[in-house]
């Protein structure tokens, strides 16, 4: 079948957008990325006196190369190579175009950085002085709540690997005594289960309990609503107080981030036996390939196997 009629580069940049949102769920973050990215293209074809409909794999590999020049990372000109290739295909699959000039170009070759973990040492003081804070004694009300709600995220974070943007929406309704598992509506609108230990339960618990006296926050809809403003807490709040935490328990502030504890929850769990899809599937990434930044701990677990249980081990 023939190439449909010269439709200009803004419309077919739009039917790309109501595809990824009709069919895929795209965020609006992810659309917004997307959108940008490829705007970007059609401007410097533009400047070519090239379009997205006439452009060639050469077009777009001086595209590419001209990105490194503006300063972007390999791994942001992996990123926007992404971006081209899935919309290419998108057009040639719809029939925009006869060919896709994108499924030859090569990204540039990219050194994973190994994830930046906190030891289960670190992880279990911070805890510990989570809840001493918590406890500690003639606190005033608001402060002891804070307190309470903080310790409550770190565990719940800890507990479940989950994404700070997925931590701080989530709904009152998450907090269901009985439960033993948690719904999480993370990117393009997927809900996952991932299961709630006795610890996470345990602070969501006496927090609630501490939250229910303030009579402002009886009806709130978030679990953890923001006590200064309306809505829920934000993730620069929370990151701003978990890094206070982490300077009053003696760690390294700048090294504690929520990412860092979701990184520790995936670090561990594989440390620990856990298989690589399972951990796929509680950190809600779309790809296994996004999980194997991990893959260094299963590297150091399958030495230390080897020099522990071999029979020609040296002792």
């Known amino acids: 079948m023939a190439p449909k009629g010269k ?71 992996g990123r926007r190579l992404s971006s081209i290739r899935q919309f290419f295909r998108f057009l040639y699959r719809e029939d925009h175009r006869g060919d896709d000039p994108s499924a030859v170009l090569q990204g540039p070759r990219q050194v994973r950085p190994v994830p930046q973990v906190l030891s289960i040492s670190q992880v279990d003081h911070l805890l510990i002085c989570a809840r001493a804070q918590m406890n500690r004694q003639a606190q005033p009300g608001v402060e002891r709540l804070r307190a309470a709600r903080l310790h409550a995220m770190i565990e ?49 618990q006496e927090y609630l309990g501490l939250l229910s006296t303030a009579p402002r926050y009886r009806r709130t809809k978030w679990l953890f609503p923001s006590f200064g403003a309306q809505g829920h807490m934000t993730r620069q709040h929370f990151a701003r107080e978990l890094k206070g935490l982490a300077a009053a328990a003696g760690l390294r502030a700048r090294n504690v981030t929520p990412h860092v504890l979701r990184h520790a929850f995936a670090s561990h769990l594989l440390h620990n036996g856990a298989d690589l899809r399972v951990v796929q599937v509680l950190l809600g990434h779309a790809d296994i390939s996004t999980t194997q930044i991990y893959t260094h701990v299963l590297d150091e677990r399958l030495k230390s196997l080897v020099r522990d249980l071999h029979p020609l081990a040296e002792e």
């Not at 973050?29 to 293209?41: G, P, V």
């Open 156 to 204: 719940l974070l800890y507990a479940t690997g989950l994404r700070v943007s997925e931590l701080v929406a989530l709904p009152a309704s998450a907090a269901n005594p009985g439960a033993q598992m948690l719904t999480v509506r993370g990117k393009g609108g997927k809900e996952r289960l991932v299961p709630l230990n006795e610890a996470a339960r345990k602070a969501i």
């Open 7 to 77: 439709i200009s580069d803004r419309s077919l940049i739009e039917l790309f957008l109501d595809m990824v949102a009709a069919e895929r769920g795209g965020a609006r973050n992810t659309l917004a990325a997307y959108a940008s990215d490829l705007n970007d293209l059609s401007a410097a074809l533009a400047a070519r006196g090239r379009s997205i409909g006439e452009a060639g794999t050469d077009d777009l590999r001086s595209y590419l190369s001209t990105l490194s020049g503006r300063g972007f990372a390999a791994s942001s000109v």
